[in-house]
């Protein structure tokens, strides 16, 4: 055994090894500069690439981030908070905000401003990361499809063949967050209004998805833009009023508005899903909420009031904005004179009534467009 | 309940932090959407008032009655004085008469105004709830300039009232009250016309008029069954001015389910109620007689009380309100006062009423009932 020892010392130059030492050393930190180097260099050509990029794409950039964008669409929407407030106000013998700025136009950022300032309360049963995640997720959704909605032919950031598709398939995802909201809050009252906003989806998607395919039918296309650029010569509220009275029901519903807004309803379930939620996570559903009415009024323009095309000799935008405006209008009415409706009731009548009506409107539409001369022609996307 | 579905059931406090629980709470079971079982629970508004009238003088005691239920204090105040009035033999003048029954049908009408507005709330059309409110604020205008308060009126006193009209109470009594029978037809077709207030009531906490008798009902939910059970005609009373008036009790006869009432009857009989009450404001008007508005004896009268008992009664707003008094020989306070307010028997009756009902419904049920938690918290 000692034998086998020393002859294995006698074999190693420990001397010679230890000389080596600084070698190695050397080697190991010219490996960590090399591929520090490297990363550095792989970023900064990244950063170059990018930079460049932007600046070859600065419209689309300047569109994604200011004008039809983030900041145009936020400005929008907290636009329609006010503009609901008031006009609440007024159908309910009251003035609605006006201490802070001009008739209460600062009211809504006061109100942010407390909203993202208040403490935030967690509950012991909730999940923390998911309560933390899920209403930022809600905004993200929400929000993305407004990249579709065509304000004007030049101001729209992104068109796709499939954009109309792409809009309900981001809006599908809206309950089933509303429902792991609920979920997870670790109430029996938040369970019980996630479920209702499930049903709500449930109750209003296909009327939905089945009315809108009247003008994408009619324009031959799937992209937003292109079934508002073919109604140059006729809205196609003209040729499918009911179509376009079983879509803005729906999109009421899919929001969950006043009369259907039984997942939020205050005085059976306080406030539904969003009831444990606070401070800036009930501010983001709270946006949310709103976004997805401006949203849905801006698709209603582009489908069936005929987009960019009003009174000739106007802007584009301007034609554009003005009924959006009209339509917006029209919702917050609607949805400040009624009752609300029971859960079962709402997915009742919207099946019972709704689909069949906005099916019938396609076939009639259809029926009018093959027996009726020289309509085709007037369709500029023809039939 | 089958075992089966006690397994799945959840039980569900409705209450008491709950937005629509103002100072209540119901226990439910729930399976599914479904109520199975309602607990309702009492005490959570309790004040100890029966306890607290002990220690009170005769003339200390309508102040605490009439903080029982705010929203009706002229009608809330007066089956004690009614009582001391018995028990003391206390005469009261004939304008001091037709000013009780004028201002308690005031305070009815402001009282029925505000259900509307919180029972349109509890459906969700804040709009109606605001409207009538705003028809209410002139009754409250007039109460104000007649006793100097909103609510805590303390306007009956053992022997005649407190305050006396003058121009300026008749002036905004009157715009009161046209402004309402203005704005009624509006009101009605907001309600009873509503598509989606039907759909909410219609066949909802159906009972009939022997159930109601069974669970101790009163007022307007049993007379929306088509019976007119009303104390105001069957037990006249001598110190209001009723009689002055030509006018029938308003029944809800729906030829639907005769006998039966639902939530949607019951708001008809409120309509109804209401405009009772206009009539015989209408009518009292101009019968004010001229004279004292207090007995002046009164006063020295009901220092203390010769030993007795005595139970005074109202038709409330919510139905029959009633005190039995007990006093003591030369004693400055009663030896015992019990309240018998109207909301306890249809509090309770919700644990009849809501089992088989779904939960969105179960408000409508607790509402169609117009019960206020003072009245079981004594």
Not at chain 2, 302 to 309: H, I, V
Request: aromatic share 14%; charged share 20%; hydrophobic share 50%.
């Amino acid at each position: 055994m000692n034998a086998l020892l020393l002859q294995l010392f006698d074999n190693i130059d420990i001397i010679g090894w230890l000389r080596g030492i600084p070698d190695w050393i050397h080697g190991i930190i010219v490996w960590v500069y090399t591929l520090a180097v490297g990363v550095f260099n792989w970023a900064w050509g990244v950063f170059v690439w990018a930079w460049n990029l932007a600046l070859d794409n600065w419209l689309l950039l300047f569109k994604a981030i200011v004008f039809p964008g983030l900041v145009f669409v936020l400005m929008l929407i907290i636009f329609d908070v006010w503009f609901t407030r008031k006009v609440w106000g007024r159908v309910q013998a009251r003035r609605g905000p006006f201490h802070i700025g001009k008739y209460g136009g600062l009211q809504i950022f006061a109100d942010a401003i407390k909203l993202i300032s208040k403490e935030i309360i967690i509950p012991r049963g909730a999940k923390r990361w998911m309560y933390r995640l899920l209403p930022s997720f809600l905004l993200l959704v929400v929000l993305t499809p407004f990249a579709f909605v065509p304000w004007t032919s030049e101001w729209v950031i992104t068109d796709l063949s499939v954009s109309l598709v792409l809009v309900f398939a981001f809006l599908t995802a809206v309950p089933v967050i509303s429902l792991l909201t609920g979920w997870i809050s670790g109430s029996k009252y938040t369970l019980v209004g996630g479920f209702r906003a499930a049903s709500n989806q449930f109750a209003a998607e296909i009327p939905l998805i089945v009315s809108s395919v009247g003008p994408a039918l009619l324009a031959g296309s799937l992209s937003v833009l292109q079934i508002s650029q073919a109604q140059t010569h006729l809205w196609y509220v003209v040729l499918l009023p009911v179509c376009f009275v079983t879509f803005l029901v729906s999109a009421v519903i899919s929001i969950g508005l006043v009369p259907f807004d039984a997942p939020v309803a205050d005085s059976e379930v306080i406030f539904g899903w969003r009831t444990e939620l606070s401070g800036v996570y009930f501010t983001l559903t709270y946006f949310a909420e709103f976004a997805k009415q401006v949203l849905y009024s801006a698709l209603i323009v582009a489908l069936f009031f005929g987009g960019e095309y009003g009174v000739p000799g106007f802007p584009p935008f301007l034609n554009f904005f003005l009924k959006f405006l009209v339509v917006l209008f029209g919702m917050i009415i609607v949805t400040s004179s009624f009752y609300r409706i029971r859960q079962d009731q709402i997915v009742k009548y919207s099946w019972r009534y709704l689909l069949p009506l906005s099916m019938l409107n396609i076939i009639v539409a259809l029926l009018v467009l093959a027996y009726v001369p020289g309509l085709a022609g007037i369709l500029a996307g023809g039939g | 309940m089958s075992p089966d579905i006690r397994d799945e059931a959840v039980e569900m406090w409705f209450g008491p932090q709950h937005v629509s629980a103002h100072g209540w709470a119901a226990k439910l079971t729930v399976v599914g959407d479904f109520i199975v079982e309602c607990d309702p629970h009492a005490g959570y508004f309790h004040r100890s008032a029966e306890k607290v009238l002990e220690f009170r003088t005769f003339k200390q005691g309508p102040l605490v009655l009439e903080r029982m239920c705010m929203l009706e204090a002229f009608l809330a105040e007066y089956p004690y004085i009614s009582a001391v009035e018995q028990i003391a033999g206390v005469e009261v003048p004939e304008r001091a008469k037709v000013l009780r029954t004028i201002m308690m049908e005031a305070s009815r009408i402001h009282s029925l105004q505000f259900w509307w507005g919180q029972f349109s709330a509890e459906l969700g059309l804040f709009a109606m709830t605001l409207w009538p409110w705003v028809d209410r604020e002139f009754f409250l205008d007039t109460f104000e300039e007649l006793t100097g308060s909103r609510h805590a009126v303390s306007f009956s006193t053992p022997g005649g009232v407190r305050y006396d009209f003058n121009e300026k109470v008749l002036k905004k009594l009157d715009r009161a009250l046209q402004r309402l029978e203005q704005h009624l037809p509006k009101f009605k077709d907001m309600l009873l016309r509503s598509p989606t207030f039907r759909m909410r009531t219609k066949g909802i906490a159906l009972f009939s008029y022997e159930d109601a008798l069974r669970w101790g009902l009163s007022g307007p939910n049993i007379k929306a069954c088509g019976v007119p059970m009303d104390l105001r005609k069957d037990w006249p009373d001598l110190n209001l001015a009723y009689d002055l008036v030509d006018w029938e009790v308003p029944v809800v006869d729906n030829p639907d389910h005769p006998g039966q009432s639902d939530a949607y009857d019951r708001m008809v009989q409120r309509f109804l109620e209401v405009e009772t009450s206009i009539n015989i404001i209408r009518q009292l008007l101009p019968q004010i007689p001229e004279g004292p508005i207090v007995d002046p004896k009164a006063r020295a009268k009901t220092n203390r009380l010769p030993a007795g008992e005595a139970y005074g009664r109202v038709e409330g707003t919510r139905g029959v309100t009633t005190v039995w008094l007990k006093t003591t020989e030369k004693a400055q306070t009663p030896y015992r006062a019990k309240i018998r307010g109207p909301c306890f028997a249809s509090y309770y009756s919700l644990k009849h009423l809501v089992p088989g009902s779904t939960f969105a419904d179960f408000i409508v049920v607790f509402g169609s009932l117009d019960p206020y938690p003072g009245w079981w918290d004594r």
